[in-house]
């Protein structure tokens, strides 16, 4: 039987638990199974002999995160199109601490994707999250230089494709609503004036719904396949059919599109120094849209 305290302890870091989960896996579903599977560890464990329950947990959830980021990225690689992280409803709060909400980004969780699963598991212990390297060692069972390595190199790598764009919270609002304004009505033109000439459209629809292959780059190609789309049924959903609702979307001013049954797609997008459109990320796979689903 466990405890009221063991219960209340893992309640505490509950939170955290899931937010180093997350960004080490870039979907919902499995990063909630991370966080159940720690508890039934935490509740079989002797716990009197645990000086330190938040790094004891954190290092669970880190090593049942890495053996599911091992085995998921066999599974990505015969993913039909490409793949997106798990969009993930967030609060105000988040968008308003800058780093929090960059390092829940589509365009940083997807960054990760490049990076191997440890370079990725110290990344976000150290640079989101602040934990010192020598922990982090303890935690994946490697010396603290080899630990320091993987750090240096996955920062480098990061930061070398990472978004440079800084732009406010409004600015981004702004710039979605104009977005997807032109977009919803088949506006060529309209779109062709707040997409970057160097703008790219990841769309991922997982092989279950229509969606393009591959990243679309190039403000034209971008706009006629929007304006391709604009009109039509999409996810077996009439235009007529469709309600759209403007929220938060890991950490920034996103739109989610509902049918009938539920949500059908989510968009956000970066924006560069300008307020133009520099990526569109559009997840339609259904089995990506779960936790978007209004009262969650």
């Known amino acids: 039987m466990v405890s009221n305290s063991a219960t209340q302890v893992f309640e505490e870091h509950r939170s955290l638990l899931f937010a180093v989960a997350y960004r080490m896996l870039g979907t919902v579903a499995d990063s909630e199974d991370v966080v159940q599977d720690a508890w039934l560890r935490w509740s079989a464990t002797d716990r009197p002999e645990v000086a330190e329950p938040k790094g004891y947990l954190v290092r669970i959830v880190s090593n049942l995160a890495l053996d599911r980021l091992r085995s998921a990225q066999v599974r990505r690689e015969s993913y039909v199109g490409p793949w997106l992280p798990e969009p993930l409803l967030t609060s105000p709060d988040v968008a308003e601490d ?137 996810a077996g959903v009439e235009p007529r059919d469709m309600r759209f609702r403007n929220t938060d979307i890991n950490g920034a001013p996103g739109i989610v599109i509902d049918g009938p049954a539920g949500p059908i797609t989510a968009i956000t997008i970066d924006v560069d120094d300008l307020g133009r459109v520099l990526a569109v990320h559009l997840v339609a796979n259904p089995d990506k849209l779960g936790s978007l689903a209004e009262g969650r």
Not at 149 to 173: I, M, N, Y
């Open 98 to 234: 800058a780093e929090m909400a960059e390092s829940v980004s589509m365009a940083m969780l997807v960054v990760l994707e490049t990076l191997t699963p440890l370079e990725r598991a110290v990344f976000v212990l150290h640079e989101v999250f602040g934990f010192p390297y020598g922990e982090i060692a303890q935690t994946l069972d490697r010396s603290e230089a080899s630990v320091r390595q993987l750090g240096h190199r996955a920062r480098e790598h990061v930061q070398a494709r990472r978004p440079r764009f800084k732009t406010g919270r409004e600015q981004r609002r702004a710039a979605t609503e104009q977005f997807f304004a032109a977009a919803l009505g088949g506006d060529l033109n309209q779109l062709m004036a707040v997409l970057a000439p160097n703008v790219t459209l990841w769309t991922d629809g997982g092989g279950k719904v229509r969606a393009a292959l591959r990243t679309i780059s190039g403000a034209g190609k971008v706009a006629r396949w929007l304006v391709s789309v604009a009109d039509q049924t999409y």
